[in-house]
């Protein structure tokens, strides 16, 4: 197993554009999170499934942004009409219910120019 | 919500021990204490974590307070490679377990 994967790892969008990040998760780990991390800050909770359910949602999850994990494996994160204030490091982590770790991908970047 | 406070940036020479403090002061007691670390342009990497014992794993130990109120994240012998942020995290023992990251302390290490 190679770990957490993302894809794309860099994107550059003009604003106004919607955007689609995907995360595939380290196989069998039924806990899927994102976070947003922007620079000099460390990251924050964006969204929670457990399995192919949504159960916890941020505040800072406005409504242009979505995400799903259909079948409970990948996941994806949907930014519609991206701001500039959109820009940052998208970090997905999964973990398996019955311990705390989780683990990391490396993250998609968003620049909204 | 708990909080946790951590200086913002400490200094160490390879191979030297370093102590990476944590004040955790309004700490629950189902709180778990959570250290990950995040090396520059990678995600964040789990460390270790404990309740109320001290903890060994092949990375790092963990120091816990008699009184749970702060912990130190110990590195026995500091390397080029273990410069990064370090962030010391409640686990507020939801059914989610999120994470609520500070802004962490910067580690540089010296050769």
């Known amino acids: 197993d190679t770990g957490v994967s993302q894809n794309p790892r860099h994107k550059i969008t003009k604003r106004g554009q919607n955007v689609t990040f995907r995360c595939d998760p380290i196989?069998?780990?039924?806990?899927l999170y994102w976070y947003r991390q922007t620079l000099g800050q460390g990251p924050e909770f964006l969204t929670y499934f457990q399995n192919e359910a949504q159960l916890e949602k941020s505040r800072l999850l406005s409504d242009r942004f979505s995400a799903e994990r259909p079948k409970g494996s990948f996941s994806t994160l949907e930014i519609q009409r991206t701001e500039q204030g959109d820009s940052a490091m998208y970090l997905c982590?999964?973990?398996?219910?019955?311990?705390?770790?989780?683990?990391f991908g490396p993250g998609t970047r968003l620049t909204v120019t | 919500d708990a909080k946790t406070t951590q200086p913002n940036s400490m200094e160490s020479n390879e191979e030297e021990p370093v102590h990476l403090p944590c004040n955790h002061s309004t700490i629950s007691g189902t709180d778990y204490i959570h250290w990950y670390r995040q090396l520059p342009s990678q995600g964040p990497e789990y460390v270790i974590h404990g309740l109320t014992s001290n903890v060994n794993n092949r990375m790092a130990s963990l120091a816990i307070a008699e009184d749970r109120k702060s912990s130190t994240l110990i590195l026995h012998r500091a390397t080029l490679r273990d410069a990064a942020v370090y962030y010391c995290?409640?686990?507020?023992?939801?059914?989610?377990?999120?994470?609520?990251f500070g802004t962490g302390t910067l580690l540089a290490v010296q050769p």
């Open positions: 982590a999964s973990s398996l219910e019955s311990f705390l770790e989780q683990y």
């Open positions: 995290i409640l686990d507020y023992g939801g059914a989610t377990n999120k994470l609520i």
């Open positions: 196989s069998e780990h039924n806990r």
